[in-house]
Every structure is written in C-alpha cells, then in structure tokens.
C-alpha cells in the first residue's frame, strides 16, 4: 500500500514576527522545512510527498531539494489562503492509498513515529498523533472567570502527522469546501461521522510559530547531541 505525504508550507509566520518566512529559518546549516522533509524523504515507508507553498517561494524549495537530494519531493505546488485549502489542494497531487499530514515547522518528528502512524492508518483509516495534556484545563466565560475546571485525563494537544485513507480525506475535503473551515484535517473526518484513533506522539515533536518556540527547539538539538553554536540563526 503505498504512502503519500503533504506538507503544507505557506505559512508567513506573523507570530515568530521574523521578515522570513518561519519555515525557512535556519535550523543548524538548514531550513526548518529541509530538517522536516528529510525526516520523511529517507523513511522506507513513505512513496513521494508534496510540498504545497506560497508561489513566490516555489523556486527557492526545488533549490533546497536539489541541495540536499531529497528524492521523494514529487511537487512544490502554490498554496490557497488558508491551511485547510493548501493540504487539499496539496492532496489532489497525490495517488497514493494512504496520505500524512504534516506542518512543515515539525522537525522534530521521528522516524519511529511516522513509523507507527503508516502501521495504525492502514488498520484504523484514520489517526492523529497527540501527547496528553500536562496542565490543568480550565474553561473561561466571556470575562475571563473560570467557569468551569475540565477533567484532563480524556485530553489530548493534538500534533501532527496525521495519516488517512486517501479517499476518505478526500471525500471529507469536497464536503466541507466553502462549508466548515478547520484547524486541522482530522475535524474534516470527524464530520463525516467517521472514528479517528489517537495514537501517541511525542513531546519533543513541537511546531515552531514563536520565538519561545526557538528556544525550545535549540534545547532538543543540544539534548540531540549537536553544538549550541550549530543551532538556530536566521537565513541572510
């Protein structure tokens, strides 16, 4: 059965307040983006991706994947005005039985994880990764008293990869097109009534969208072994 990844890549990165592009800061000699395609590009179980971005960036990524070898890049395709838009259009550049979903400022992820996710979909049709919630949950009324204190053993922080039936993704993209907008593919799913599994991912596999985000992601690289001087800098 054959796998499929999209990786959605067109964010303009407001939070991380950087004139870059957040995806394409430096991380140790490399874009983010190159750092989280490389995860994918060399995993025995992944057939071909796509990279889907803003148009003005497409020349400077098929740059990046004749650099650095990444074979499984089958397109870097323009972007829509919205994430939800960009994966679909992403996905209709797919063939494959089963997609992943994965934010292209995850480099962290490992190749276990994406191991295990391909494993699950293939049983399940539907996955998300995700980590329990460590802190307490409080919900707020409208001037910011908390109403309500929500158990948190049931809660889970969602991340990314997702993984999906092609099929089934696609018909829950089509469904929802102009109708629901959503943060993330597996609320598309959920709609058509259909069961999405959870499987565990892990806490070091976090999405860089602030400079606090930097911080965290230079730790994990000096926990990974590298120099502190190799770490974060931005393109010039």
């Known amino acids: 059965m054959s796998v499929g990844v999209v990786i959605p890549a067109a964010g303009v990165g407001k939070r991380m307040g950087t004139k870059e592009s957040k995806q394409f800061l430096f991380l140790h000699h490399s874009p983010i983006l190159v750092h989280t395609l490389e995860i994918f590009d060399s995993h025995p179980q992944v057939d071909e991706i796509v990279v889907v971005t803003r148009a003005d960036e497409i020349e400077r990524c098929y740059e990046w994947l004749d650099r650095e070898h990444l074979s499984k890049v089958k397109k870097v395709v323009p972007g829509g005005r919205e ?75 969602i991340q990314t990869p997702q993984a999906f039936q092609r099929d089934l993704l696609w018909k829950a993209h089509q469904r929802a097109d102009g109708k629901l907008f959503a943060t993330d593919d597996s609320m598309l799913v959920e709609e058509l009534g259909f069961p999405v599994k959870i499987i565990e991912g892990e806490y070091t596999n976090i999405k860089i969208t602030t400079p606090d985000d930097l911080l965290f992601a230079e730790a994990i690289f000096q926990m990974r072994g590298l120099k502190k001087d190799d770490s974060i800098r931005t393109r010039v």
């Open 83 to 157: 994430r939800q838009e960009s994966v679909f259009l992403g996905l209709q550049q797919l063939t494959t039985d089963y997609v992943l979903v994965h934010d292209a400022v995850r480099p962290f992820v490992t190749s276990d994880l994406v191991g295990r996710i391909i494993d699950l979909v293939r049983v399940e049709q539907a996955v998300v990764t995700a980590v329990p919630m460590k802190d307490t949950v409080k919900r707020s009324d409208d001037s910011r008293y908390v109403s309500q204190t929500i158990e948190r053993q049931s809660l889970w922080a």
